[in-house]
């Protein structure tokens, strides 16, 4: 079975930093491009980030570019969201997606993306 589960959501001030998981399970995420996404209350999902597993290449939002970066340890069938100097326009649901196509409108198209976590709250706030 074909799982992605996020964890490392928490409730975090403002300047601070978390790092969010995404691991994979009932496959190899070698051969998929992952997304970040994020949801704030009563507004859409929007992309964050995305990351093509099997050369590396990685997009950002405007709005967390420089603060934010994407890696990935292999072994552990993870790629990872590092989050610094956290705003609370951060603050929402944050979810990683999987998908073997994917393309790209500055950002990786959302409806491209097969497979989707559960979700973890990241919250900044003081």
């Known amino acids: 079975q074909l799982q992605l589960v996020e964890s490392g959501g928490a409730l975090v001030q403002p300047g601070g930093s978390l790092r969010l998981s995404c691991e994979a399970s009932?496959?190899?995420?070698?051969?998929?491009?992952i997304g970040w996404f994020r949801q704030a209350p009563g507004k859409e999902r929007e992309g964050v980030s995305c990351?093509?597993?099997?050369?590396?290449?990685?997009l950002y939002s405007d709005s967390v570019k420089g603060r934010f970066t994407v890696s990935r340890d292999n072994a552990k069938n993870t790629v990872f969201l590092q989050m610094n100097s956290l705003k609370p326009e951060d603050t929402g649901v944050y979810y990683c997606?999987?998908?073997?196509?994917?393309?790209?409108?500055?950002?990786?198209?959302?409806?491209?993306?097969?497979?989707w976590g559960q979700g973890t709250q990241v919250t900044v706030s003081s």
């Open positions: 997606a999987a998908g073997r196509v994917v393309r790209v409108q500055s950002l990786c198209l959302m409806g491209d993306f097969s497979y």
């Open positions: 009932g496959f190899t995420l070698d051969d998929y491009v």
């Open positions: 990351l093509s597993v099997s050369d590396g290449n990685t």
